[in-house]
């Protein structure tokens, strides 16, 4: 089961540890997806969010 995070700084720290996060935007909002080694963590942000958060993650990103 996937892992939802609402902390936006804590998802950017989980990111260091991720093989990829796909990013899957929707008419409402934008989803992130981080897969780690054991985990698939999630958070759902606004679309002018998951830019900025986007572009502070240390993993490769994929657009979905």
């Known amino acids: 089961m996937p892992v ?24 409402e909002n934008t989803k992130l997806k981080l897969r780690t080694g054991k985990y ?5 942000l606004d679309s002018d969010e998951a830019d900025d958060v986007v572009g502070k993650l240390s993993c490769p990103t994929v657009e979905i």
Do not use: G, P, Q
């Open 4 to 27: 939802e995070i609402k902390d936006k700084e804590k998802f950017i720290e989980l990111s260091e540890k991720a093989i990829e996060c796909r990013v899957k935007k929707n008419k």
């Open 40 to 44: 698939l963590y999630t958070i759902k």
